[in-house]
């Protein structure tokens, strides 16, 4: 009976799923227990202690969900803002389109300020539509498919315009929920949720993580959860119904374990081992978003050297977690793309609509950066092999 | 960095999730895989055409979604009846109650048949309720928690309440949809999807499918997705709107991935190697099925001979997959959980609210009735320790 089977894997280099170590993939393969066992409960509430360590959110609620990011759009649309309130999304892209049809399914109006390709919204441009009407919430992309992240390392320490944006909500629309769809974020890009006023980091388990996909996780402030308490309308949604969940992530951390759908359990076994790297391990948290910070830099560099362009308008906006650049002059996406997986090396192709046929994306997160490892190296090696094949190709 | 711990693993004998195949948890370590590759189509193409096989539904469209069971819930409620629409619920115990919650969440108008505590609402009174008023969907469950399925197998061959149902509906409400709740149910009961006139089956991972949790499995016909396409309302969901998953499975099974949200890759190349076993192994898919309802008789004949009497009161619609039994005089249900764990089996409480404390169920389905195996002899012979060791605790 057995059919298992195993051809060579290929290096995955993409903004997620990203490669998972081998504990991790164990963990996952751990044999069947029972969602409700008190030998099971003690991973779970591991992982939310975790997370809010992740995330530098000490008071917040995190919860995990079968699903996939996708699904966080879906909590954040249907429990913290009610039909026919004002939401006001930043949109720098793929995702920004797809965040604010999430909250009109559910019947937010929404206002955008859009940033051109490659670009993001100004702080003036957000200041000046936070003052012009009354915000349930606000959203934005940390890192976005097309150029990514929002942090500047200055000299001075870390500065990123999610802390700015949290605090210029602070300031001018106190009232208004500051929500951060980290998906390709959390545990790449260093996010002081607490700190930064932020209320709702939105997640997945198969990015900075380093876990397999299938977990939604999202982390909750208390002020949300104090919305949430308060609406006037019930939650239209069952399944993703925070007031339903909220008593079972409670349950959970007190290892007291309550039921309302069945959790992944093998993938909160998978999280808990990554976790456990995350946090427990060497390096240091702080080490890690250094790392992948040093990672990035170096690799933004092989590319750019090799012709590549960031898609990102400013560098220093650029995300640690991944790179998105447009192929230089005579390459197509597709035979570059090629021409890496014969190497054995898995990259993406475009997703933001405008530019989606001249630019490519790297992913450089998770595990894939960890000092045990050498994948960026090999990343560069099979860029410049790759570039060199195509070019000769097309020469 | 290796911390992954494997304690001694007790046979979880519970009603979901269920053991699962050793070959299905290596599937489930599979190293990381883009969700869009052109090898992991395959694989997700291949558990779509194998559920239309495990259901006898070669007309009907499988979705697999990241989330759980109960997402199923949602799928049906937020695209297949709009509010103000009225609903049929066929009321059996806990999870009509939530069927019936989760539907009035999206606003429908609930009526409900209800059966009493280990009964099953008589055809008579559903056709009654279907005459009285138009509907434009019913639901059932198949598997209930506290009694269970709806199969009679005769001389005849194999006659349910679900065909019969289905067929009902056909004879006086053919634009009603029927909804079959097939958690419990997909994979360990025989379901004729297609012949039985059964619009959806709502079913999960982690039951007979013995795969481990994290997927929603839901098999919906073609009236259903014409239901859908007429819809005067839009889709009151984002990540559970079927319209949205339509073309993300059909790409699937084209080999040509698509994006939506990210499917759980690995709980995907895991259910593959189940459903390999199920469709393709040996034994048959029939034989399968006979080899549950002979697992099932056999585990209840020893429980009656040890004073256990079946929450079901017509021992013939008692379902094949798992067990729920009274527990006989002087036994408390948690000693005897308790002394079935110190043996290394893991049996499940009750659920039911009015019977919750008085009753205890178990699991046979999916791998754990394989003839390899021999899960439910050991059960059974731990069963018959345990309660000889309580019953001289109390005595």
New interface residues.
């Given amino acids: 009976?057995?059919?298992?089977k195993q051809?060579a894997?290929?290096l995955?280099l993409?903004p997620?799923?990203?490669?998972?170590?081998?504990?991790v993939?164990?963990?996952?393969?751990?044999?069947?227990?029972?969602?409700v066992?008190p030998?099971f409960a003690p991973s779970f509430a591991y992982c939310i202690k975790a997370l809010r360590k992740v995330l530098y959110a000490p008071t917040a609620q995190p919860f995990i969900i079968?699903?996939?990011?996708?699904?966080g759009?879906?909590l954040v649309?249907a429990n913290l803002i009610e039909a026919g309130q004002n939401a006001l999304v930043l949109n720098s892209g793929y995702f920004g389109d797809s965040f604010a049809?999430?909250l009109e399914?559910?019947g937010a109006k929404v206002t955008q300020v859009k940033a051109p390709v490659g670009g993001r919204p100004s702080l003036e441009d957000v200041e000046a539509a936070l003052k012009k009407d009354k915000y349930a919430l606000m959203t934005f992309t940390h890192v976005r498919s097309t150029k990514a992240a929002s942090e500047v390392d200055t000299s001075t320490g870390v500065l990123s315009d999610a802390k700015a944006l949290g605090e210029l909500v602070k300031r001018v629309s106190p009232e208004t929920l500051v929500i951060l769809d980290g998906v390709c974020a959390v545990a790449s890009e260093e996010i002081h949720q607490d700190d930064w006023n932020i209320d709702v980091v939105v997640g997945?388990s198969?990015k900075g993580l380093s876990t397999?996909?299938?977990?939604?996780i999202t982390t909750v402030s208390t002020k949300a959860l104090k919305v949430l308490e308060n609406r006037k309308t019930?939650?239209?949604?069952?399944?993703?119904?925070y007031k339903r969940w909220l008593p079972i992530m409670q349950s959970y951390e007190n290892l007291t374990p309550a039921?309302?759908?069945?959790?992944?359990?093998?993938?909160i076994y998978a999280l808990e081992?990554s976790l456990?790297?995350i946090t427990e391990?060497s390096p240091s948290l702080e080490e890690r978003f250094q790392i992948h910070r040093e990672a990035s830099k170096k690799f933004k560099k092989a590319a750019e050297e090799l012709g590549f362009k960031q898609v990102a308008t400013e560098p220093e906006t650029a995300a640690n977690g991944m790179t998105a650049v447009y192929v230089p002059e005579g390459i197509a996406p597709p035979a570059l793309v090629g021409a890496l997986g014969s190497r054995g090396i898995?990259i993406?192709g475009g997703l933001h609509k405008d530019i989606k046929t001249k630019y490519v994306r790297f992913g450089h997160m998770g595990v894939s950066v960890h000092p045990?490892r050498n994948d960026v190296d090999v990343m560069i090696k099979g860029l410049q092999d790759a570039v060199a094949e195509v070019k000769q190709q097309s020469a």
Wanted: with cysteine; glycine share 6%.
């Fill in positions: 009976m057995s059919s298992f051809s894997h290929k995955l993409i997620g799923p990203v490669e998972c170590h081998d504990d993939l164990l963990a996952n393969a751990h044999p069947s227990m029972s969602h066992s030998a079968a699903g996939s990011g996708t699904l759009w879906d649309a049809d999430c399914t559910y997945a198969q397999p996909p299938g977990v939604s019930p939650v239209a949604s069952y399944f993703a119904n039921y309302f759908a069945t959790p992944p359990v093998n993938l081992a456990k790297q391990g898995v993406a045990s």
